[in-house]
C-alpha cells in the first residue's frame, strides 16, 4: 500500500489556529484542563496548545504536580531500561543534522558482520541488559531480509547462564508493508520511525537528500508497519528544528490517526534534541533551541495527553535534567549507551569520529541502577508483555483499565531481582535485595504472597518468568 493511499491528517493551518487561539490562557483555563488531565482522559489539541503557551502565576508547578500525579498512578515506580545498539552508519541520506549524512567524509564507516554483531550482543548482554533498540542507517546494505536476519541473530545470541537479549526494537529507515511483515516474522518488539519534523518545510530545508526526502513516505511509515503486523510503534520528533509548540501539537495529531487507524495509538514517543554531531552545522546552532525548561513542558504536556504511552529519554541528555524527566513522565532510558557501530567493544568508548552524535550521560549502568534505586524507582528489563502477546491494541486495552500494575509491578521486580543476582556487585546486590523485598512487603497480600512465591523460583535458579 502506498503513502496516497492513506488520508491525510495533519493540517497545519489547523495546528495553528490551536496555538493561536491559546496563545494567553487565563487560570481557570489551565485549571479546568488540569483537572481534565488528571482523570487520565487525555488532551485535545487546545488544550495542548494552551499547556504550551505562557503560563499565569503557579500554573507551571500546577502542570508539573499533575504530571508527576498521573505518571506514578498510570507507571507506579518502574523505568525500563535499555541499550542501543548501532549496527550500522552506512547512509545514503543527507540531513542536515545527522553525522551519518552521506556527504559526512570524516566519519569511520561501519557496518557491523555477523561475527561483530555477537560481540557486541555479548557485552550489552554481559551488563545485564534483557533489550535492545538496534540502529541502522538508510542503505541498500540493510533491506527488510537483512535487517530481519540481525534481529533473529541477536536474539540467538546467548552469554551463559542468563545473558540474551528478549526483546529486539529496530530503528530503521521506512519500508513496504511487505518488509514490515518480514521484521514481524524476525520478532521484532517496537518499530521505530521519527518524523524528525512535521513542518514540511523545514523538512524540506534539512533533508538534502537520499530517500529520506520524501515526507509523506516517513509521515505514513507507522501506518504501513501496521499493515505489515507490526502493532508496537514508536514516534519522536527531533526537538530543535522547528517550533515545538507546533510539533508537540503535529505529535498528538500522528497518535491519534493510528489510533483512529488501528484502535491503538503509538507504544512510544521519543523526545531526542539536537546534539553536536560532526561536519553538522546545523546541530551546533540549531534553529529553535529548546532550553531544558522548555523540555521540561514538553515532557509534562505530552504525559497529559497520552497517559498511557511509553516515553523514552535516551543518552543525549545528562543525568541532572533526566532526572526532572523522569519525574515528569518519563517511562524508558536507554543506560551505558554508545552510538557508533562497534561502540561496546572499542575501547576508545564513544569515539567522536564514528558516533552520531554526542552522548550527555557517561554513567554505566550499575552507577545508573543506583540512582534510580536512590530515587525511589524500580529498574526493569522487563520483555513480558510483546511475549504474552500483550501489544497494539490489546496492549492499550490492558494499559487503559489500569490493568498494568497486575502486569508490570511483579514484573519489573522480577527482572530486577534477577539482575541483581547475576549481574550486581555484592554491596548493589545486598542493598537491592532488601530493596525489593520491602516494595513486594507494600503489595497487596494476594498480589505479595505471589511475588515472593516467584521470587523464590528465581532464587532457586529459574529465569525469565513470564507474567
Ligand atoms: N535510518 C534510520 C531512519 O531513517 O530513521 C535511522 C536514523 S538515525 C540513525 C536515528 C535518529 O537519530 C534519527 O531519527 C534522529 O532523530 C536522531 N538524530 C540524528 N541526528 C541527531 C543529532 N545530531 N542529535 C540527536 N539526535 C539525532
Not at 500554573?59 to 542501543?84: C, D, S
Not at 547462564?161 to 516474522?185: D, H, T, W, Y
Not at 524540506?204 to 501496521?226: E, M
Not at 549507551?337 to 561496546?344: A, E, I
Amino acid at each position: 500500500m502506498s503513502s496516497e493511499e492513506f488520508a491525510p491528517f495533519l493540517d497545519e493551518r489547523a495546528l495553528w489556529s490551536s496555538i493561536d487561539r491559546e496563545a494567553a490562557p487565563d487560570a481557570a483555563r489551565i485549571d479546568d484542563i488540569l483537572v481534565k488531565a488528571r482523570q487520565g482522559a487525555g488532551l485535545d489539541l487546545d488544550e495542548a496548545a494552551a499547556l504550551l503557551a505562557p503560563l499565569p502565576e503557579g500554573r507551571l508547578e500546577a502542570l508539573y504536580e499533575t504530571a508527576l500525579e498521573l505518571k506514578e498512578r498510570v507507571y507506579g515506580r518502574r523505568m525500563v531500561i535499555f541499550a542501543p545498539l548501532y549496527v550500522s552508519n552506512l547512509c545514503g541520506n543527507n540531513c542536515a543534522y545527522c553525522a551519518f549524512n552521506a556527504r559526512n567524509k570524516d566519519l569511520e564507516r561501519k557496518s557491523l558482520d555477523p561475527d561483530e554483531i555477537a560481540r557486541e550482543v555479548r557485552l550489552i548482554e554481559n551488563m545485564g541488559h534483557k533489550r535492545v533498540m538496534a540502529v541502522y542507517g538508510d542503505h541498500p546494505r540493510w533491506n527488510a531480509e537483512t535487517i530481519a536476519d540481525s534481529v533473529s541473530h541477536i536474539y540467538s545470541v546467548k552469554s551463559p547462564p542468563s545473558g540474551e537479549i528478549r526483546r529486539v526494537n529496530v530503528n530503521c529507515a521506512p519500508m513496504k508493508s511487505e518488509g514490515f511483515a518480514r521484521l514481524k516474522q524476525a520478532g521484532i518488539g517496537t518499530y521505530q520511525c521519527f518524523q524528525e519534523t512535521y513542518h514540511r518545510e523545514t523538512y524540506k530545508a534539512v533533508h538534502l537528500g537520499g530517500k529520506k526526502k520524501d515526507y509523506d513516505w516517513r509521515l505514513f511509515a507507522l501506518h504501513r508497519a501496521n499493515l505489515g503486523g507490526v502493532d508496537d510503534v514508536g514516534l519522536g520528533v527531533l526537538f530543535g528544528l522547528f517550533d515545538h509548540r507546533f510539533e508537540v501539537l503535529a505529535l498528538l495529531r500522528h497518535a491519534k490517526a493510528l489510533e483512529d487507524a488501528f484502535g491503538a495509538g503509538p507504544h512510544t514517543i521519543s523526545f531526542p534534541r539536537i546534539e553536536p554531531a560532526q561536519n553538522s552545522e546545523i546541530s551546533h546552532n540549531p534553529p529553535n533551541v529548546i532550553s531544558d525548561e522548555t523540555f521540561k513542558r514538553i515532557i509534562a504536556v505530552v504525559r497529559l495527553a497520552l497517559p498511557y504511552t511509553g516515553m523514552i529519554i535516551t543518552t543525549r541528555e545528562g543525568p541532572v535534567l533526566k532526572r526532572d524527566l523522569l519525574r515528569l513522565g518519563i517511562s524508558q532510558l536507554s543506560a551505558a549507551s554508545r552510538t557508533s557501530p562497534g561502540g561496546y567493544q572499542s575501547a576508545s568508548a564513544n569515539n567522536p569520529e564514528a558516533q552520531q552524535f554526542w552522548v550527555g550521560d557517561e554513567r554505566n549502568l550499575p552507577e545508573i541502577i543506583e540512582a534510580l534505586q536512590a530515587d525511589g524507582y524500580i529498574p526493569s528489563f522487563c520483555t513480558s508483555c510483546y511475549r504474552k502477546g500483550r501489544t497494539g491494541d490489546h496492549f492499550m486495552g490492558f494499559a487503559r483499565s489500569a490493568f498494568i500494575h497486575t502486569f508490570c509491578d511483579p514484573n519489573a521486580l522480577m527482572t530486577y531481582y534477577e539482575y541483581l543476582l547475576d549481574y550486581a556487585s555484592a554491596d548493589a546486590k545486598a542493598k537491592g535485595i532488601g530493596y525489593v523485598r520491602e516494595l513486594a512487603g507494600k503489595l497487596p497480600e494476594a498480589g505479595r504472597d505471589k511475588l515472593l512465591a516467584l521470587l523464590a523460583r528465581i532464587d532457586a535458579g529459574e529465569r525469565d518468568i513470564l507474567v
